[in-house]
């Protein structure tokens, strides 16, 4: 719902804020959300209300309502997302005490090192160029003088099927 269009100063927002925030946490806990989150999705909600403009209180409520909700959902987003990247093993330090992982993903890089030395030289240059230099197909085209840019993805390709 678009904001509303006279501007909100801070005596109207304190009166409007003991106005709709309880009915708002109401709604908020009603879906689930915690005390403490319901709180500060309404204080968010007020927080825009004071950046936005507004109209009359009809538009108002429902308004409040979508801002709040939509402060609540990004709350629990981000919530998710920090307690995922804790427990996600990829993200996590790795233990002290395990050189031989350490050993074996040497010898790992140095495999794929030792394979990528055997392509063909088109087939190398545009794996380097694609995925270790970052550059476009386009980009890798030009600089090694390829025919086309999909000649570089087909290289790139076969490449990594080779490895």
Known sequence: MAPPTTTANSKNVAGLYRAFAPTLERILAAKGASPDDARDAVQDAFEAL??????????????????????????????????????????????????????DARRLVGRVVALIAELPQARREALLACRVDGSSSEETAASIAASSAGNVRQQVHRALKTI
Do not use: F, K
């Open 50 to 103: 004071m950046v936005h403009e507004v109209d009359d209180e009809r538009d108002l409520h429902g308004w409040l309502v979508t801002v709040a909700r939509n402060a609540l959902r990004d709350r629990e987003r981000r919530q998710r997302t920090r307690s995922e990247s804790s427990s996600n093993p990829i993200l996590a330090p790795e233990p002290r005490g395990a050189p031989e992982r350490e050993l």
